[in-house]
């Protein structure tokens, strides 16, 4: 079955790295996606990965993706206090368009 | 410019009640979504349309039934409505897989 998991809450200091863990089940995933959410709004695509790339950075981002172990991370340099909110890890695999999402990480950023 | 704008933004009923949720892009997207957020904040897909055809259908109640008159929009109406579907229910559009856009969101809450 599809079950995409991660831990419920993270805290951290302002200027920290935060690391933020998933685990998901399905070994056919395609792409795998990280998503914010701030309160009161929608999800906000923040990156993606590919299933045949190990690691991926955007700015203060870097993701990797344990294939394997079917583990995927996102990793925030220089965490500051507008990180704080929901993130979503979520799969997918090719041509389905359908999107497994993971439990949700509520990041606190601590001044 | 709003990109993905659903109406309304609460949405207050009695159980029994028929309800509609409407959702409106304007990126020219050819796929859209509806999805349910529960209070512990699970995110799942409800249901998928391309070009107006229904291409994912999820375990849902038959009291709910998406209608998409063109592309730009799908509307979901709930039959019936039962204290269990009080939630956030998301739009989102794409045109490719790997990037959604949400809309902001419908809080239902069923009395």
């Known amino acids: 079955g599809e079950d995409v998991e991660q831990s419920l809450f993270l805290s951290v200091r302002e200027g920290d790295s935060s690391v933020i863990n998933c685990t998901y089940t399905?070994?056919?995933?395609?792409?795998l996606y990280w998503y914010k959410q701030e309160p009161g709004a929608g999800l906000q695509l923040l990156t993606y990965?590919?299933?045949?790339?190990d690691m991926k950075q955007d700015q203060r981002l870097t993701v990797l993706l344990n294939k394997k172990d079917k583990h995927l991370s996102l990793r925030i340099a220089d965490t500051q206090t507008g990180d704080s909110a929901i993130y979503f890890c979520?799969?997918?695999?090719?041509?389905?368009?359908?999107?497994?999402f993971g439990t949700g990480t509520r990041l606190k950023v601590l001044a | 410019d709003t990109a993905v704008s659903q109406t309304p933004k609460y949405l207050v009923t009695q159980m029994g009640n028929d309800k509609s949720i409407k959702c409106e892009q304007n990126?020219?997207?050819?796929?859209m979504y509806w999805y349910k957020q529960d209070s512990k904040k699970f995110l799942k897909i409800m249901f998928s349309?391309?070009?107006?055809?229904?291409?994912i259908n999820e375990t849902v109640p038959n009291r709910f039934s998406p209608k998409s008159p063109d592309k730009a929009h799908l509307n979901l109406h709930i039959n019936s409505l039962e204290l269990g579907d009080s939630a956030v229910y998301f739009c989102?559009?794409?045109?490719?897989?790997?990037?959604?856009?949400f809309g902001p969101g419908t809080r239902l809450t069923v009395l």
């Open positions: 989102a559009s794409s045109q490719v897989e790997l990037e959604q856009f």
């Open positions: 399905d070994s056919s995933s395609t792409y």
């Open positions: 990965i590919f299933s045949n790339m």
């Open positions: 979520a799969e997918s695999r090719a041509g389905t368009y359908k999107y497994i």
């Open positions: 990126l020219g997207h050819d796929t």
């Open positions: 349309y391309n070009n107006k055809e229904l291409i």
